[in-house]
């Protein structure tokens, strides 16, 4: 369930990234996602938006790729689309550079077989939640299976 609202906001996210408004997207990228979870992904995005997390010069970043090569362990162990999908989430501003590091750490420490792109999905989503809450902030995040009324 959370992977799919991390999709969701990836989604959101590239498209104000090439300028769109939050509110002008289309909801035909979003058929086949359940309502709760589409909620949690804008709720989540207004959220970073309000607490500074998510600013005008994070978003207007140029869209080059941020450079993190793998060393020969890494790829051993993480997937070329995993590695990919890391860099993307940096490029969007949905992790920061010590977030993924932290993440390839935990894929290291954790994993006895490849990582792949939705064990690395699964990570994004567990760290890009749950970190804001052991910040001490006060903020609450829709977990996928609420809505907003």
């Known amino acids: 369930m959370r992977t799919n609202v991390i999709d969701i906001i990836i989604q959101l996210m590239r498209h104000v990234r090439i ?8 909801s035909e990228y979003f058929k086949g996602y359940d309502k709760s979870e589409i909620s949690a992904a804008y709720s989540w995005i207004l ?9 005008e010069r994070m978003l207007a970043r140029e869209l080059s790729a941020p450079r993190r090569i793998l060393h020969t362990a890494e790829r051993v162990v993480i997937t070329p689309e995993a590695h990919g999908y890391l860099l993307e989430m ?4 949905l992790i920061d550079y010590q977030r993924m590091e932290y993440i390839i750490e935990q894929a290291m420490l954790h994993s006895i ?10 990570y994004v989503s567990r760290f890009a939640f ?11 995040y829709l977990q996928g299976n609420e809505s907003i009324n």
């Open 19 to 26: 300028g769109e408004s939050i509110d002008s997207i289309n």
């Open 47 to 55: 959220q970073k938006q309000q607490s500074g997390d998510l600013n």
């Open 90 to 93: 940096v490029m969007l501003g």
């Open 113 to 122: 077989e490849r990582v792949n792109l939705d064990k690395i999905k699964d």
């Open 130 to 140: 749950d970190s804001d809450m052991k910040k001490g902030s006060r903020s609450v």
